[in-house]
């Protein structure tokens, strides 16, 4: 079984034992603690590492909960995840919980990335055109990067919509090389 099953499974667990008050709340602690446990290689070290007893990792990972304000329902969750030896795949269970909760509310992510910064009223712009073709609401991260040259690449789901410069030029050089 592949991370991204497993992942799936246990973020669906968790939202159904959840009720839809406490969703947002769970999936904003559950990022923060995915965050922790990506840039913490302290962290990484304790939750790995066999030197420390199941009930010193569950002490670590309660505290970690209890500072990004995860309800008690989190903090169980994830000592079966230390029990069962998946607290390592804790990133991929808040992704696919976000893309849970986004199923349940209607929403869709996108990601923007543009060659040059976009001012305040370009992203909302782009935002209410994106919820008007899309016909729901739309959570857009926005990011930036020089190397596209010009124009933006948009990512919904897994489609990709790329109007960039450098994806142009990719699309001209695979064709040159075929013919």
Same mark, same amino acid.
């Given at each position: +079984? ?65 500072? @990004? ?14 029990? %069962? ?15 849970? +909760? ?10 923007? @990335?543009?060659? %040059?910064? +976009? ?39 897994? %489609? ?5 410069? %450098?994806?142009?030029?990719?699309? +001209?050089? @695979? ?5």
């Amino acid at each position: +079984m592949t991370k991204t099953t497993v992942a799936r499974r246990y973020a669906k667990a968790l939202f159904q034992l959840l009720d839809k008050e406490g969703l947002e709340t769970a999936q904003a602690g559950l990022q923060a603690l995915a965050n922790a446990l990506q840039d913490s290689t302290e962290l990484k070290h304790v939750l790995a590492s066999p030197v420390f007893t199941i009930e010193e990792k569950s002490s670590v990972l309660t505290a970690c909960s209890e500072r @990004t304000g995860c309800p008690p329902t989190l903090g169980r969750f994830c000592e079966q995840l230390l029990k %069962k030896n998946r607290v390592g795949i804790l990133p991929e269970i808040a992704t696919a919980f976000r893309d849970l +909760m986004d199923k349940e509310l209607g929403k869709q992510q996108v990601s923007i @990335t543009s060659a %040059k910064s +976009m001012d305040a009223g370009e992203k909302e712009e782009l935002q209410g055109q994106l919820q008007g073709l899309l016909n729901r609401p739309v959570d857009v991260s926005f990011f930036e990067d020089p190397s596209l040259l010009s124009g933006i690449q948009i990512r919904i789901g897994s %489609k990709v919509y790329d109007s960039t410069v %450098k994806g142009r030029l990719q699309k +001209m050089r @695979t064709q040159l090389v075929k013919g």
